[in-house]
């Protein structure tokens, strides 16, 4: 890959794609033009970890198209059917498992993975109220499914990851809670009392409410994983542009968790990006830009990613922890409270094994 082409530049250049912001007199395009498939795929690396596939190589096969670029137009033809096959079997998968689960007595709400609309994440996320006795029997006799190994977080989450013959993507299920230790009860039971139906090409899904579908993302991004992906900034910017979200309810759902001030963060980072690219941006609330604590100034790039500096997550933590403290709410105390010990473990095993999987 070219010096023009870095991680930090490739991800500028997925933004500038996915955002609609990109011209035919790019640097980056041009480095990527007159590079060879090795780098390329390199590129679709990037973009496949970032969840943007159809949105930025469909904008950038365009573009190539026009600019006289044909080998890297078809070979960006070439990677979009492949993506689309893999999507509309992942689709046909998902409405099979949602509609047998639903008959069983089994609410399902789909979370997180059609959020990246016309793209869909890795793994097909799915929440319940139901047991996890119930839900495996339900997939062991409707699908064949099999239990995929479980971290200990997995286990104190409440998550079960399943595969089934022929679905490339993971079936993962959380059941009753949300959140890194299952420290949110109140917070999800919003995620099945408030969802709604989407239409997804030619199915529609229960998924949750704009507002839920904020809270994920910020618990996932700023509470959990400490990095944000192109999709996440597209995704939550889009969701603020259709005019659909209540603010007032987002942040009463967010009292509830103890996690206003991340997800106040999380807004302002993304629109902050949004505006660097785009020039403009949703404009924020007053009480949204008091109640970030910073923005995207301290996010920076490290591997294919935009990093959540550790100290500021610590910082989020601790409020969170406090707020559930001043609620009484002893069991998301006592479930935070185990995740200390959790990332020293993980941390322990990464020097020790490079690996971290078997506890993260």
């Known amino acids: ?75 960006c033809t070439n990677e979009l059917a492949r993506e689309q096959a893999r999507i509309a079997s992942a689709l046909k998968f998902l409405e ?29 996320d799915l929440y319940t109220p139901s047991n996890q006795q119930k839900v495996s029997a339900a997939m062991l006799q409707e699908f064949e499914a099999w239990p995929k190994g479980r971290t200990w977080g997995d286990r104190l989450a409440h998550k079960c990851n399943f595969g089934i013959e022929g679905l490339r993507e993971s079936v993962e299920i959380h059941h009753g809670c949300l959140g890194q230790t299952g420290e949110h009860i109140a917070l999800a039971k919003r995620f099945c009392t408030r969802r709604v139906p989407q239409r997804v090409g030619s199915y529609t899904f229960m998924t949750p409410a704009p507002e839920e579908r904020i809270v994920a993302a910020t ?77 995207m100034d301290e996010v920076f790039v490290r591997g294919v990613w935009l990093r959540v500096p550790v100290r500021r997550a610590v910082q989020l933590y601790g409020r969170q922890m406090g707020r559930m403290a001043s609620r009484r709410d002893l069991h998301g105390v006592f479930r935070l409270s185990l995740l200390p010990p959790l990332a020293s473990a993980a941390r322990l095993a990464y020097r020790l094994t490079g690996d971290h999987k078997g506890i993260w």
């Open 1 to 75: 890959m070219t010096r023009t082409l870095n991680n930090e530049s490739q991800i500028d250049y997925l933004l500038q794609l996915s955002l609609g912001t990109h011209n035919s007199s790019n640097g980056a395009l041009l480095s990527l033009a007159k590079a060879g498939p090795e780098d390329w795929a390199k590129f679709l690396s990037v973009a496949e970890s970032h969840h943007v596939v159809l949105r930025a190589l469909a904008p950038l096969r365009q573009v190539a198209s026009d600019q006289g670029y044909a080998e890297l137009a078809e070979w």
């Open 96 to 124: 099979d498992i949602c509609l047998k689960l639903e008959r069983a007595g089994i609410q399902i709400t789909v979370m997180k993975s059609l959020d990246h609309w016309p793209d869909i994440g890795n793994d097909l």
């Open 219 to 295: 618990l996932q991004r700023m509470y959990r994983h400490l990095y944000i992906r192109v999709c996440d900034i597209v995704n939550t910017h889009s969701i603020l542009e259709s005019g659909e979200l209540d603010l007032a309810e987002l942040k009463y759902a967010a009292d509830l968790g103890g996690i206003w001030p991340g997800v106040a963060t999380y807004l302002r980072i993304v629109t902050e990006f949004v505006r660097r690219h785009r020039g403009v941006a949703c404009e924020l609330p007053s009480q949204v830009l008091a109640s970030a604590q910073f923005g």
